[in-house]
């Protein structure tokens, strides 16, 4: 079974399930917000994952009971499994409104499509019990509708896949250096340019951000890890920043 308790504090609960992804697939991390008898799952994931997703999460809350499914962008590793989520559930499905259409691609049965609330580009906010989630703009980041979830209770940004790791064999960053070849080629290669990287900072930058919980691999932890996080992004060249000619020419016969 997964599921590491990340955070547990006045009736708020973080729960962190990441040990779920076949190995064929790449890791993806799944992570429960209870507040107060309501609950939000971030990221549910595909198919492959949903049943034992389902009895993991059981563990800390009834899985029938979700308020919120928030997808924080259109990949399969964040909204394969929606359709069996919003038919197990009475869960409201949160995305980006550009990808609204993409669902039913998806298996999304056209009886549910009106429990998918669209999320307008500059974010929103949502209730569980009395304390507000911020949902974050996060475009391009790497999805052009893409979004991140800021808890102010428990202090912590899930930031989907900013901050990603692969194969990074620790649940929390301890050597932020040593991680850096885990995290660094994702990022050149998926983020679509400094400038958003640039954005994203300054706008995350006046939030009270105690952790950063990313859709793959390790967490950041602590106020100094975080903004060591944060300050790398701010500077990196990345997608766009790194193309040239070479790479757009026709390949040889």
């Known amino acids: 079974m997964s599921g590491r308790v990340l955070f547990e504090e006045n009736d708020h609960k973080i729960v962190l399930f990441e040990e779920l992804t076949p190995a064929s697939a790449v890791q993806a991390n799944q992570y429960l917000i209870v507040h107060k008898g309501e609950a939000m799952l971030l990221d549910p994931g595909g198919h492959k994952v949903f049943s034992q997703l389902q009895r993991d999460i059981s563990r800390f809350f009834p899985p029938s009971q979700i308020k919120y499914i928030f997808l924080s962008h259109q990949d399969p590793d964040v909204v394969a499994s929606i359709n069996g989520w919003l038919l197990t559930t009475n869960a409201q499905a949160l995305i980006s409104r550009l990808w609204i259409r993409f669902l039913p691609h998806f298996g999304l049965d056209s009886q549910l499509e009106n429990r998918v ?137």
């Open 117 to 253: 609330i669209p999320i307008e580009d500059r974010g929103m906010r949502v209730k569980l019990g009395d304390c507000e989630l911020i949902i974050l703009p996060a475009h391009f980041l790497h999805s052009p509708g893409n979004f991140q979830v800021y808890d102010p209770c428990s202090k912590t940004l899930f930031s989907g896949d900013l901050g990603a790791s692969l194969g990074s064999p620790y649940v929390f960053v301890e050597d932020f250096d040593a991680h850096l070849r885990y995290m660094e080629p994702f990022h050149k290669r998926y983020m679509a340019s400094r400038k958003v990287m640039n954005l994203w900072a300054d706008m995350v930058s006046e939030l009270d951000i105690e952790m950063i919980a990313p859709q793959h691999g390790a967490v950041f932890k602590g106020k100094g890890m975080v903004e060591r996080f944060i300050n790398w992004a701010r500077e990196l060249p990345c997608g766009v920043d790194l193309m040239d000619e070479g790479v757009y020419s026709i390949p040889g016969g």
